[in-house]
């Protein structure tokens, strides 16, 4: 890694991810900073005040939902 020890993240969002995050700001928005969670079902604000997540969306698709696309649909 170049010149620093901590591991790369990405997070990848899409547009409406994006208009979403800015619709939403204020309301989660703890100082200023909203805080995200990012897990296997997607990314997550997290409410500052009452410690709830509220889903922001998900880029990518896991195997198993690509899976179950293909099925559906050949």
Known sequence: M???DSP???LRL????????????ERFAGDGV???EVNDA??????????RVMFLGRADL???QR?????TYH
């Open 2 to 4: 170049s010149g620093n």
């Open 8 to 10: 790369r993240f990405h």
């Open 14 to 25: 899409t547009l409406d991810m994006a208009e979403s995050l800015l619709e939403h700001f």
């Open 34 to 36: 909203v805080t995200l």
């Open 42 to 51: 997607g990314i997550w604000f997290i409410d500052p005040v009452f410690d």
């Open 62 to 64: 896991s195997d198993e």
């Open 67 to 71: 899976a179950r696309i293909e099925a």
